[in-house]
């Protein structure tokens, strides 16, 4: 690796060649605000929170999209640096409902709390299903805005809830653009993107028609990047704990986190360390797993039929017919079919037992259909 | 003037009309009809009739020119033709109606030369502009053209032709003044096996049309500059960034293409060399900040218009992520010009930093307006008095607004600074692409900073922060002080929020727009204290602050005002002295443009009472003198 050293707030840091100074700060534990910049996504420099001072470079570029170089000299705090910044958090604040963020008692008031002091409803960051899981409020508190030196503006904006699994509150939304970058950059459908121009700017699908009438195919990727409240499931949920497991619905071998809450699937997670899908998910495993899971019709042991009736049964009284059942077969009298739905090795091991037990190379496999 | 003897059309004359977007709209398509018809009709064998593109002179248009004579005809209409025809082209006595009359002196200017508009410029950029039919490249040829890519090809290497450039001292004329030669070398030296020459034709300035009238009035030149500049970084594509609401410049800049094709000046081993260049047009969808290069460059990737930070410079990752060079019409319609005369004769014009000529699109209220061209260095009060010929209908002159949308408006103690880059950088305004807007004293400077806030918040990408929602807080605010409602603590407010915008947002569009507002407000304060303050408009131009009175001791009762206010606000009756209803009172000024002079009995006045009766009473007012007719 092609490694570089360069000096932020006069800490000598190592980074690797490649780096933006927004990257090798957080690679050093030194935080630098931002909204915009998502790791996975392509810098953006939108939110000018990431501003920096460097020397020799004019003006205050941003952390975000500046390559780090060997011997740089950067500043994250100034009193230039902080003037700008929390000018761009007022500018951001005044155009999303943030009364809360104003508010002395944030931390102990819930959802159904009476506001002492009359904010809408709307505008409570309580009733946000991404009340304490926002990046916006991490920021607010870390620059330290208690109030706003220029109106807000409460003009309400349109919500997108055609979607059956997340809805696009644009109310909330702040224009960082991640869910646009996920939808072009990560998964290369494009079904949103930045429409209207200026003030009059949002994200929206082509022709700007309800998200379901769109090429939309609901993965959700755009809501897990939204840092604020603006792309939501349909049902918020926060579990009681996670449990690492693999996607069941085809053979890529997505792994995931499934929150359990009273003994119930209630949230979805892709594991970012995971080998196939790095965090990533489609639309069946992000939101389709808690609907067979926990559905009542599902089978949950073996049936054998027996005088016309499905009856439980055991997995080794099962298994025991199976193999007594397939062993009167050789080769071409029998044909072997596996799921998508297995792994990878379970397939092999499906197309082994054709082969070499059952002497059959008719082998087939159900995505092949 | 001597009195022409009749030639009977025997001489040899041209008639050259123009033929730019101005003069087209001012019908110069219908006149250059006529004329045909009319000269094939009288039987003139010597008479020819041709056209050229913008001249500058929009304001006079459409114009004409009569060669070899050099007879200039300003605000020519068909009607004009048959006298045209028959007094000047047959029998050789121009028509004197047509000549231009000088706004200061109100004499008649039968010569091109002799006006100062023109004479006064020194024309590098716009040299063929107004000369040449621009539909044919041999006319470009007759004059030298292509002679200087020639050169490069032959007898100058890439690197030489860089150092001519940067010796010249030629310095971006799209706004930013980097210099072209370091610009060049930088693509030059950039490793990669693909580089783009493109060049920024996407102009949007309100009320400026420099790239436009050079593009349809010379669009070879644009061409030969783009070829020697593709030569001088090893560049074999190219791409012209045309704005789609300019066809006139899109249909002559492909229709040079197709000429230089086939002429060998473009395409493969251009006049026998290795050198190949491929040019193609891309038309803009009308968005203000693709005229920003990375904008520009993600249009032409077909990507959505948005600038993106820097670095990456273009010079190493531009277009499609290869090197790639960008410089605006008129630096390359300069090029030419720096490899056929030199550097040192292009240097030899100009201040010390800033070198050359530079065009202004010059509008608003001064007497000629149109586009000029002038040595760099030139103090303001020239353009404005001399060429410009000073502001119509002996009004004061205000302010002077320069670099478009985004530039400063400076006051009158800056007419005496030369026009260049540094100078105007240090007033608080830019050089900018060109726009050079004059106000006078009818001109409020509050009301001219909201326009043109307006106008680049609207045109805001609206990716940064900044840029998208500070415009609109400002904008808010500048239209809260135009109605009347403004707070005192909305000075500190737009100036720290102007401040603010300008470090943090991405691009130039954003860094810039608040340019009209920190310097209305460093220059012009007291207008904005009059607003807030007193709700009053010094200028008498807000119409949330401003009223209309019938004086009664001026009033005649004759009715016209009561006749023609469209909001049937004004209640009287004959020989009644009239009165306003200022609650229905719409302030459209109808009033005071519709009653006579000679009463003048109408007055506007802002956050002012003026003594008038409730209910119309019998005038009492002597009649005046009658007047002259």
Known sequence: MDHITLTINGQEIKATR????????????????????????????????????????????????????????????????NSVRRASLELILSTHPCDCLECHRRERCGPYDICLRHVAVTDRCVVCPSNNNCELQEVVDYIGVHELRIPRDTAPRTIDNSNPFFDLDRNRCILCARCVRACQEITGVGAIDMAYRGYGMKVATFGDVPLLDSICRSCGECMVRCPVGAITPKEPAVPEREVKTVCTYCGVGCSMYLGVKDDKIVSVRGDEEGPANQGRLCVKGRFGIAEFVNSSERLTTPLIRKDGRLVEASWDEALALVA??????????????????????????MQKLARVVLGTNNVDHCARL | MTAAKPDNGNKQRTIFICQGTGCISGKSLEITEALKKAVAEHGLPGVKVDFTGCHGFCEQGPVAIVEPEGIFYACVSVADVPEIVESHLRDGKPVERLFYKDPVSDEAIPYHKDIKFYNMQQRIILRNCGRLNPERIEDYIATGGYESLKKCLKEMTPEQVIEEVKRSGLRGRGGAGFPTGMKWEFCRNAPGDQKYMICNADEGDPGAFMDRSTMEGDPH???????????????????????????????????????????????????????????????????????????????????????????????????????????????????????????????????????????FALTGKIANSGLIEVPMGIPLRKIIYEIGGGIPGSKKFKAVQTGGPSGGCLPESYLDQPV??????????????????????????????????????????????????????????????CRGEGQPEDIDLLQQLGENIKAGSL????????????????????????????????????????????????????????????????????????????????????????????????VKVSAEKVDVPDEPIPVTAEKPAASAT
């Open chain 1, 324 to 349: 007594d059942k397939l062993g009167k077969y050789r080769g071409d009298e029998v044909a072997v079919i596996s799921s998508a739905k297995s792994t990878t090795e379970d397939n092999y091991v």
């Open chain 1, 18 to 81: 490649g780096m933006t100074v927004l990257e090798a700060a957080q690679s050093a534990d030194i935080y630098v605000p931002t909204l915009c910049h998502y790791p996975d996504l392509e810098p953006y420099g939108g939110c000018r929170l990431c501003i920096v001072e460097i020397d020799k470079m004019r003006g205050l570029p941003t952390a975000c999209t500046t390559p780090a170089t060997d011997g740089m000299v950067v500043t994250t705090e100034s009193d230039a640096i």
């Open chain 2, 507 to 602: 691009c130039q569009l954003g860094q810039t727009a608040p340019n009209p507002v920190l310097t209305t407000l460093r220059y012009f304060r007291d207008e904005y204290e009059a607003h807030i303050n007193e709700k009053r408009c010094p200028a008498l131009s807000c119409v949330k602050l401003i009223s209309f009175y019938i004086l009664p001791d001026k009033c005649q009762g004759c009715g016209i005002c009561l006749r023609n206010c469209p909001a049937e606000c004004i209640a009287g009756d004959k020989r009644m002295v009239h009165v306003i209803d200022q609650e229905k009172c719409v302030r459209c000024g109808t009033c005071l443009e519709v009653c006579p002079e000679r009463f003048g009995a109408v």
């Open chain 2, 221 to 359: 030149t644009v061409l030969e500059g783009m070829t020697i500049a593709a030569y001088a970084m090893g560049s074999s594509e190219g791409y012209i960034y045309i704005r789609a609401e300019y066809p006139l410049a899109v249909k002559r800049v492909r229709l040079a293409l197709k000429q230089s094709e086939e002429k060998g000046f473009l395409g493969d081993n251009i006049m026998g060399s290795d050198f190949s260049l491929h040019i193609h047009v891309k038309e803009g969808a009308g968005a203000f900040v693709c005229g920003e290069e990375t904008a520009l460059m993600a249009s032409i990737e077909g990507k959505r218009g948005m600038p993106r930070s820097r670095p990456p410079f273009p010079a190493t990752s531009g277009l499609w992520g290869k090197p790639s060079n960008i410089n605006n019409v008129k630096s390359l319609a300069t090029v030419p010009v720096i490899i056929a005369k030199g550097a040192d004769w292009y240097a030899s014009t100009g201040t010390e930093k800033s070198k050359g000529t530079c065009v």
């Open chain 2, 420 to 481: 260049d880059y540094e100078s105007l950088a240090a007033a608080g305004s830019m050089m900018g692409s060109g726009g050079m807007v004059v106000m006078d004293e009818e001109t409020c400077m509050v009301d001219i900073a909201r326009y043109f806030l307006s106008f680049t918040q609207a045109e805001s990408c609206g990716k940064c922060v900044p840029c998208r929602i500070g415009t609109k807080q400002m904008l808010d605010i500048l239209e809260r002080i």
